[in-house]
C-alpha cells in the first residue's frame, strides 16, 4: 500500500470502508480506548501537515488517506486553511437506522483565511455524536482522564478536475462548465 510503509499486511489488501466502517470499527474503537485489530491508521497533528505532505505519514490507499486526529476548531496549516463546507451529515447505522456519527465536509485553500486560493484537496471529518463516550475522573487518582471523544477519523483525497472522485467517470465539458458555475461569485465581470 502507497504511504503505509510502517504496516505489514498481506499482499492483496485493499482498504476501502465504507462511512459506518469508519465510525464503528475504527472511530467508536479508539474513543473507548478498545484496540483495532488490525491497527492500521495512525495518529496525526491534522494541522501540522499540508495535504500533499500526508504520503507516508497516513495510512494511503489509492488516492485517500487516513489518520486519527483530535477534534479542533482550528484547522490552519503552514500553507493554508481547511475551510467546511455544507452541512453535517448524519452517519446511520445500517440495520437499525441509528445515527452512529457524523460527517464534515472540509476543503483546503492556500492562503490566509477568509481569502486563499480553492483547491482539489477534500476532507471527511468523522466523529461520533455528542454523548457516545466522555471523560471520567478516576476513583483511585480523583484526575480526569483523556476525554477521547474529541477524537475524529480523517479521509483526505485529491479531487479530480472534473470535481468527481470517481476514476472510471468521465465529464463532458459541458458538465464540467456546469459544476464551476458555483464560482461566479469569485469572478469579477467588466462593468
Known sequence: MAGSSNVNLPPGFRFYPTDEELVVHF??????LLPCHPDVIPDLDLYSFDPWELE???????NQ????????????????YWKVVGADEPINA???????GI??????????????????????????PEGASSS????????????????????????????????????????EVFLSLD?????SLPN
Not at 65 to 80: A, D, K, V
Not at 108 to 124: D, L, V
Open 27 to 32: 472511530l467508536r474503537r479508539k474513543a473507548t
Open 56 to 62: 507516508g505519514k497516513a495510512l494511503g490507499e489509492g
Open 65 to 80: 488517506w487516513y489518520y486519527f486526529s483530535r477534534r479542533t476548531q482550528n484547522r490552519i496549516t503552514n500553507n493554508g
Open 94 to 100: 445500517t440495520k437499525n437506522g441509528r445515527k452512529i
Open 103 to 128: 460527517k464534515k465536509c472540509l476543503v483546503f485553500y492556500i492562503g490566509e483565511a477568509p481569502g486563499g486560493s480553492k483547491t482539489n484537496w477534500i476532507m471527511h471529518e468523522y466523529r461520533l
Open 136 to 175: 471520567s475522573r478516576s476513583k483511585t487518582t480523583g484526575k480526569a482522564k483523556i476525554d477521547y471523544s474529541k477524537w475524529v477519523v480523517c479521509r483526505v483525497y485529491e479531487q479530480s478536475c472534473g470535481g468527481n472522485n470517481d476514476a472510471n467517470t468521465e465529464l463532458s465539458c459541458l458538465d
Open 183 to 187: 464560482d461566479l461569485d469569485e469572478i
